[in-house]
């Protein structure tokens, strides 16, 4: 009932950062009862953790050499000639985003503004940067799965498994080295592997199977024990302050998937008249008109903007 309401909806978008809107967020920020923040791609982006450039070019010159592989995203969709490569492929993409911390401060200023309030977080994202910047995990809900998981290619198993071990171990057999930080990085001569040793291709522990990346890319997805548990405390958050003063912060989400957090916040806030709606990303902030007057929308960088409401 409520998409086909949104087709019937008229739609306001927003604009750069000014005072007004930093002064307004900053006291929605410091009255709310709660704030639910609703991440999407574009937060990482706004991080550093971009898939093309420059940390592409250092980790991946090789793949886009061979195979004219152009950014971390297309890749990820190769059809590689055998299991050795493919997980040389993604051995990299897992541990550059996953395992390495993001190079901004975004998630650090983010965490700044809202440690100490009653919040909760919901994301697409499958960095695992909200606990690498020490949000507490009990207040984090991972929709899509976890870079730092993997499961059995059968769904029929609803466990999912600890990765870091086998993909350093596949990091170390391509010709990756730690620097002086511990981090693997590309060695003086880029001297690299892009293929694996065999033995070390995961396999479930439970039907010897093969494993892949907990990613929800389609059906065979499996929702762990951790990720249900995860899901009855963000709906039991959301229960808990269904009729309070709740702010919505949505941050980097694009409409490539706006039915798990940008339809649901903009239905939340329509329902509840003492929720507001905070939206801010670079080219796609908007909200249906029905909720604009208790919204903000801010069409800025979101590293900006984070840094301006820590006063920095």
């Known amino acids: 009932m409520f998409l086909n309401r949104l087709k019937s909806q008229k739609y306001v978008f927003g604009e750069k950062l000014n005072d007004q809107q930093l002064e307004v967020l900053k006291n929605q920020i410091e009255t709310a009862d709660a704030i639910v923040i609703g991440a999407g791609a574009g937060l990482s982006t706004a991080a550093g953790l971009t898939y093309s450039g420059e ?19 297309s890749g990820g969709f190769y059809p590689f000639e ?7 492929w993604w051995s990299r993409h897992i541990y550059i985003n996953r395992y390495m911390d993001a190079p901004g401060d975004v998630y650090a200023n983010l ?29 984090l809900f991972y929709m899509q799965g976890d870079y730092g998981l993997f499961q059995s290619v059968s769904p029929t198993i609803p466990k999912t498994y600890d990765n870091q071990y086998i993909i350093e171990k596949m990091m170390e057999a391509q010709g990756f080295v730690r620097n002086e930080k511990g981090i693997f990085d590309v060695p003086e001569d880029k001297n690299l592997l892009m293929k694996i040793p065999t033995s070390l291709i995961p396999k479930c522990p439970d039907d010897g199977l093969e494993m892949i990346p907990n990613l929800r890319v389609d059906n065979s997805f499996v929702q762990d024990l951790g990720w249900e548990e995860a899901y009855e405390r963000y709906h039991g958050f959301m229960n808990h302050h269904q009729n309070k003063h709740i702010l919505f912060l949505e941050l980097g989400v694009g409409m490539n998937t706006p039915v798990i957090i940008k339809y649901p916040f903009w239905n939340y806030v329509e329902k509840n008249q003492n929720a507001y709606y905070a939206c801010i990303n670079f080219g796609e902030a908007g909200c249906q008109e029905s909720i604009a007057k208790r919204s903000i929308l801010i069409n800025d960088d979101i590293a900006k903007v984070l840094r301006k409401l820590n006063n920095q």
């Open 111 to 139: 965490l700044d503004l809202v440690e100490n309030k009653d919040y909760f977080v919901i994301t697409t994202n499958v960095d695992h940067q909200f606990q690498r910047a020490h949000f507490d995990k009990k207040r």
């Open 55 to 73: 940390r592409f070019e250092k980790y991946f010159f090789d793949f886009a050499n061979e195979y004219g592989i152009k950014d971390m995203y």
């Open 82 to 88: 055998d299991m050795e490569t493919y997980w040389a």
